[in-house]
């Protein structure tokens, strides 16, 4: 059984503090936040204490770390843990800034402490499906893969300031998909964007329409296809296609039923968002990663994983500002 702790009370603090609770292997000990009402609210809900982020670092009886925080104390938190001790699954992405997540990556693997970073749609049960297909040879050699992911609406304008820009805040996800369905990150990529859904977005620097072109060393191509907005609900696909067929993920949709008429054939729409889409991913990936810390395994998703989805998207941002393709080194890959 691990003492575990969630550092964050927001959204997305509130979704894992679900996954975390829902398990015998863990016990939630202690809440953090900022907030701290809201961190007071999380921990009497699910049975734990209120208490500081400094306290629960320095508490040897905790030993795991969930770490749900703004993205700018990422790197801060995950080193301090790792320091400290403490088993880490910190959410995507590792840092806003590829230069300061090298320099946690370097610390965090000086400490040999585990550390996982939360990629949950790979633990997709339609996505596992598709790359456990795809690692079995299904198709074959991989060469064309696909990728879309549209939002049913774009966030508030307030949150696009200061949430690092779509390639590192929403594309990275598919980032990550791509390296990891295709064995590691590419060679190079070029971007293509424009704020089409609301100019505000684009005011605030940011666009909320775009596509990437990722390029392998051995040819092999990607491209991913991001909205913030589809009217028809949350759009998640991919697709590959290999030397012998084709491998596809289709969305997952409020009901089964379709009506086929004369008049043609209609279906549900998509689910509406991502905790309807996810909340299952979430409640494996938690599983997966206490897996890997109480039985010594490796971490599904590393955090030189997340470093390296996190490039390509600091590569995208570039292409996208300069208009080139931008080349992968082994400096931004650590």
């Excluded at 992405?93 to 090298?102: F, G, I, K, N, Y």
């Excluded at 040879?137 to 820009?165: C, N, Q, W």
């Excluded at 990150?185 to 977005?201: C, E, F, K, M, S």
Aim: charged share 20%.
């Amino acid at each position: 059984m691990l003492n575990v702790a969630l550092l964050g009370a927001g959204r997305i603090g509130q979704v894992h503090a679900e996954s975390m609770t829902a398990t015998r292997d863990s016990r939630v000990v202690a809440v953090a936040d900022v907030n701290r009402e809201a961190a007071e609210a999380l921990a009497a809900r699910i049975g734990a204490a209120a208490r500081s982020v400094d306290e629960i670092i320095a508490d040897p009886a905790i030993d795991a770390v969930l770490i749900a925080t703004s993205t700018d104390t990422h790197s801060d938190l995950i080193t301090r843990a790792t320091q400290a001790g403490k088993a880490v699954l910190c959410e995507k992405p590792v840092d806003l800034s590829l230069e300061r997540a090298l320099t946690t990556l370097a610390a965090a693997e000086a400490t040999g402490r585990p550390v996982m970073i939360g990629f949950n749609r790979r633990f997709d049960p339609n996505f596992a499906a598709l790359k456990a297909g795809f690692d079995q040879g299904r198709i074959g050699k991989g060469e064309l893969l696909s990728i879309t992911s549209f939002d049913p609406a774009p966030p508030p304008v307030e949150y696009v300031r200061v949430s690092g820009g779509l390639f590192r805040d929403m594309m990275i996800h598919d980032f990550d998909m791509a390296c990891w369905l295709f064995g590691g990150p590419p060679a190079r990529l070029t971007a293509h964007g424009a704020a089409l859904v609301d100019p505000a977005i684009g005011e605030a620097g940011d666009v909320d329409t775009a596509a990437v072109t990722m390029v392998w060393g051995d040819g092999r191509i990607a491209v991913i296809k991001n909205s913030r907005r589809a009217a028809y609900g949350y759009d998640q696909r991919v697709e590959i296609l290999g030397e012998k067929g084709l491998l596809s993920a289709r969305n997952v949709l409020e009901n089964t039923v379709e009506a086929l008429t004369a008049y043609g054939a209609v279906a549900a729409k998509p689910l509406h968002f991502f905790l309807e889409r996810y909340m299952r991913a979430y409640q494996i990936e938690w599983q997966a990663f206490l897996d890997a810390v109480t039985q010594d395994r490796p971490m599904p998703v590393t955090l030189r994983e997340g470093v390296a989805a996190l490039a390509c998207a600091e590569a995208a941002t570039r292409s996208l500002a300069t208009g080139t393709t931008i080349s992968l080194t082994p400096g931004m890959l650590g």
